[in-house]
């Protein structure tokens, strides 16, 4: 079974303000995203999953067909630089996704 780093070209997470992070997944191929996203594996239940919240603090999780990328954003468990944050920026959250298990097509 491949893996969605397998199939995405960038896969980065980044603060978006003190209380939430967001991540893209872009693809470089129009062919690699349809892929999937006909999948449908890519979902806020299984986002909230990977992190270990609840499933409504998945703010966004949708894909946006122009630009061949999905938008996620979760609420931070913990806010940017408040006591117990190991990542500031947020730059280092988005590495449990490129493990997400791809069904065979």
Avoid: W
């Avoid at 967001?22 to 890519?42: L, P, Q, V, W």
Wanted: proline share 5%; charged share 25%; with cysteine.
């Amino acid at each position: 079974m491949a893996t969605l780093s397998q199939y995405a070209k960038v896969i980065r997470s980044k603060n978006a303000g003190p209380f939430e992070l967001t991540f893209d997944i872009m693809f470089d191929s129009r062919e690699a995203y349809e892929t999937i996203r006909r999948s449908g594996i890519i979902t806020a239940r299984l986002i909230a999953r990977i992190y270990g919240i609840s499933h409504n603090e998945v703010l966004v999780c949708r894909s946006y067909d122009p630009a061949l990328s999905f938008k996620i954003t979760i609420r931070r468990p913990v806010s940017s630089d408040d006591i117990g944050e190991s990542d500031v920026y947020g730059c280092q959250q988005h590495v449990p996704l490129t493990a997400i298990e791809i069904p065979d097509t």
